[in-house]
Nanobody, 124 residues
């Protein structure tokens, strides 16, 4: 059973930065593409970013391009989401998820396991 645990969320001022982490236990981390998603209460979950299983290919939404960077350290079984130039509209619960594929389109195929999420709030 794969377990994903996010950390690094919090309150940050507009224009600030946060780095989210997602630690994976169980399974074979290097076999999984990893994705980041966001969700507001009562709304559908939205794709944010993804990293291929080797981390050499990444994918972002248009709103995240140039501001967010997804990376991973397979030796630490951890994927990261570096978020910069944060805006109030970036506020949401951010979750990570995985899928055993060799691409970054896990958001289209459905993910296998999900973390509980970490809250990101952007406010002055």
């Amino acid at each position: 059973q794969v377990q994903l645990i996010e950390s690094g969320g919090g309150l940050v001022q507009p224009g600030g930065s946060l780095r989210l982490s997602c630690a994976c236990s169980g399974g074979t981390f290097s076999s999984y593409a990893m994705g980041w998603f966001r969700q507001a209460p009562g709304k559908d979950r939205e794709f944010v970013a993804a990293a291929s299983k080797r981390g050499n290919i990444t994918r972002y939404t248009d709103s995240g391009k140039g501001r967010f960077t997804s990376s991973r350290d397979n030796t630490k079984h951890t994927v990261y989401l570096q978020m910069s130039s944060l805006k109030p509209e970036d506020k949401d619960v951010y979750s990570c998820a995985d899928k055993e594929i060799d691409s970054t389109v896990l958001h289209r195929l459905g993910c296998d396991f999900w973390g509980q999420g970490t809250q990101v709030t952007v406010s002055s």
